[in-house]
Structure formats: structure tokens, C-alpha cells
């Protein structure tokens, strides 16, 4: 429910300063507008504040939630071709060719 919010505020304070931007151009000189384009931007940074907060929950997880997801590779039946799996590589993978190793 707070992603709501946050959206809802981001969409309002954003509409606020563009009407606020338009008006104060095209009256100039008041300062009335100005004041107003000043306070919407400063709430804009409010909000973009406050939806980058994590919640205390969120902060005092346990580092072990952050591991990387684990992966099972596994192949069944009859196989007539090169197969490669793998994890991370680093390099090329040449399949059904001999090539000699470069230096």
C-alpha cells in the first residue's frame, strides 16, 4: 500500500511544479509564483526521500535472504551433441571445433 502512496505523491508534487513552473513564466515577476515553483521542488525532494526509505523490517534482514538464488542444471535422454553447463565463463566456447590455444 505504500508503493501507492509514494506513486500518488511523486504524481502530485510533479504536477504541482509544472503548473506552478507555467504560472510563475507567465506572470514573471511575481514572486507569489517563484515561492510556490521553491516549495513544490523542495516537496518533490521530500518525496523522492521518502520513497527511497526502506522500512526498519527491510533494514534489519538477515544478510542470508541476499544469496544468490541456487541453480540445478540437469540433463535427461539421449544426447547427440556438444553439451556445456556452466556458471559463469570466462572466454570462448568453440563446440565441434579443434582449435589450438593462443598465447
Known sequence: ?????????????TTGVGIAVN??????????????????TLAAAGVAVWTTQTTPAAQAAPAADKQAPQVRNSISGNVTGSVVQAGHIEGDVRL???HEPQD
Open 1 to 13: 500500500m505504500r508503493r501507492w502512496w509514494a506513486a500518488l505523491g511523486v504524481a502530485v508534487v
Open 23 to 40: 504560472v510563475a513564466t507567465d506572470l514573471g515577476s511575481n514572486v507569489w509564483a517563484w515561492v510556490a515553483v521553491a516549495v513544490l
Open 96 to 98: 565441434g571445433e579443434r
